[in-house]
């Protein structure tokens, strides 16, 4: 029995079916309580029952109007409409995707979390989202699998070295747990990693981060739609957003600076908004444009790879800017690797064998030992780069129109913190202090928060 409970409690599609399923009572959307909680008791019941699975989020009719309409059914749009609905109780709001909930970037990444990032703005809006995934499970109700196994960077130059100490002294006086540590530190916290001086890029210390970790994607999104549905927001699926309707513009149609959102135009009809929230990363510029809004961001792939599953032996997140790699190893003991973006611009979402080739490469100059392990498979997703690496979030010159983008190789750890701020925005029409650094403008008066030194392949 201690081993099925403990299947329950880790197994994220455990969880899910056995969260819809909960003998607790049926999911009561707009009561404003957390949905149920799975648990085995619950998962009893309904199988000696018999009962079907209740779906984890309703299917409900395309109203014509809402309150509040979201573009995006990743982590950001999501985690905005359940913080519209638990810390402001706004809840007439739809969340739009063209796919399916966790379609985009949010189901493809390597759910790395930390919060060590290179600007005190960027540190403190991690911290915060950091801090509230710590608290996930319990305030959705669901376990999002959170595994607090520490992050390190490898610096394999004197100049990496030096940014790892700036980051360092940044990170401490935020109160952020983050040190530089020497090559011994890291064999002893990694002792796959090859430290000899032979080796082409020899490892010389690394920026260590205790706080830092992985959490399960899916169950971060399904925890989020689950909350928000219990509270009464809506999820559509396979629902497009071809246009959103403007009015007062200086654009054609109404688009533009100095205009007004009145709506969407979707595969299913028009549906009127005073509030519409563009959370489409990958796809960014195509739904701001829309609008009439220009934003600075251009599109790559970001792919990554998954082995066969060993036993566990790489107790932590290991990143090599040098190398253009990162690895951690899942709970069922996969390596997942990741890169840094692909260096063109496209929607396009295929793997290549040039990738596959660069990371096996690469890989094994860091862990030579794992030579005869096999890719289980790769895949690729879509990044928003801005020129700084930092997002483009809140208000438009477009009123009404909302912008939670730029979300690059580094969104998934931003998620709750951004649904939180950006929640709190659209319900006090005003910008919260955490997101102030972010906004759109930033490129006109040259303001950037460059986060490219802790960003670019760290993720
Ligand atoms: C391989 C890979 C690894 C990554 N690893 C990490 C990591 O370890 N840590 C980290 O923090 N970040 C990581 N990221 C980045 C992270 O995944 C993204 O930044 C984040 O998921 C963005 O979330 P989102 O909710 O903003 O967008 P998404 O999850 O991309 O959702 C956008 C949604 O918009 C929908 N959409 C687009 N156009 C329309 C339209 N016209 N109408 C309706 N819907 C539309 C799409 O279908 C999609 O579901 C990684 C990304 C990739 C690709």
């Given at each position: 029995m201690t081993a099925f409970k403990h299947l329950l409690s880790t197994s994220p599609l455990a969880s899910a079916r056995e969260s819809a399923s909960s003998a607790l009572g049926s999911l009561k959307p707009g009561s404003g309580s957390k949905p149920p909680r799975y648990s085995a008791?619950?998962?009893?019941?309904?199988?000696?029952?018999?009962?079907?699975?209740?779906?984890?989020w309703r299917e409900v009719d395309l109203q014509k109007s809402y309150d509040v309409i979201i573009i995006g059914g990743g982590v950001h749009g999501l985690a905005t409409a359940y913080y519209l609905a638990t810390n402001h109780g706004i809840t007439n709001v739809a969340v739009l995707d063209k796919a399916y909930l966790g379609s985009g970037g949010s189901g493809r990444n390597t759910a790395i979390v930390r919060s060590n990032y290179l600007t005190p703005e960027g540190v403190a809006f991690y911290d915060r989202s950091l801090s509230l995934y710590n608290t996930m499970s319990t305030d959705l109700n669901l376990n999002v699998m959170f595994s607090e196994r520490g992050?390190?960077?490898?610096?394999?130059?004197?100049?990496a070295?030096?940014?790892?100490?700036?980051?360092?002294?940044?990170?401490?006086?935020?109160?952020?747990?983050?040190?530089?540590?020497?090559?011994?530190?890291?064999k002893k916290l990694a002792p796959s990693l090859d430290t000899s001086p032979n080796t082409r890029y020899p490892i010389l210390g690394a920026l260590y981060h205790p706080p830092g970790g992985t959490i399960r994607h899916d169950a971060v999104v399904w925890g989020y739609a689950r909350g928000a549905d219990h509270r009464g927001v809506e999820m559509h699926q396979k629902t497009e957003v071809y246009d959103i309707l403007c009015e007062g513009g200086s654009g054609p149609d109404g688009k533009g600076p100095g205009g007004k959102v009145t709506g969407v135009r979707t595969n299913r009809g028009d549906i009127s908004a005073p509030i519409v929230v563009?959370?489409?990363?990958?796809?960014?510029?195509?739904?701001?444009?829309m609008a009439g809004v220009k934003l600075p961001i251009t599109t790559h792939p970001l792919q990554?790879?998954?082995?066969?599953?060993?036993?566990?032996?790489?107790?932590?997140?290991?990143?090599?800017?040098?190398?253009?790699?990162?690895?951690?190893?899942?709970?069922?003991g996969e390596l997942v690797f990741g890169a840094s973006v692909d260096p063109y611009a496209t929607y396009s979402m295929k793997g290549s064998l040039e990738f596959t080739e660069e990371l096996a490469g690469h890989v094994l100059e860091l862990m030579p030992n794992i030579g005869r392990m096999r890719l289980l498979r790769q895949w690729a997703g879509l990044c928003d780069m801005t020129p700084d690496y930092s997002p483009i979030m809140g208000f438009t010159p477009v009123d009404g129109f909302l912008c939670d983008v730029g979300w690059g190789t580094y969104g998934f750890k931003a998620g709750p913190v951004s649904g939180e701020q950006m929640a709190e925005a659209i319900a006090t029409k005003a910008t919260p202090k955490l997101i102030e650094p972010f906004k759109l403008s930033r490129f006109a008066t040259g303001q950037l928060v460059g986060e490219k030194g802790a960003a670019a392949v760290g993720h």
């Open positions: 008791a619950g998962l009893f019941v309904k199988g000696a029952k018999s009962q079907d699975w209740p779906r984890v992050h390190m960077t490898l610096a394999h130059t004197d100049g070295l030096r940014t790892m100490r700036w980051r360092a002294e940044v990170n401490k006086l935020q109160d952020i747990n983050s040190s530089v540590i020497d090559a011994d530190e890291v563009n959370c489409t990363a990958g796809w960014a510029t195509t739904i701001s444009d990554a790879a998954v082995t066969e599953p060993v036993k566990v032996f790489l107790p932590t997140v290991v990143v090599s800017g040098s190398l253009h790699v990162y690895v951690s190893q899942t709970d069922r």
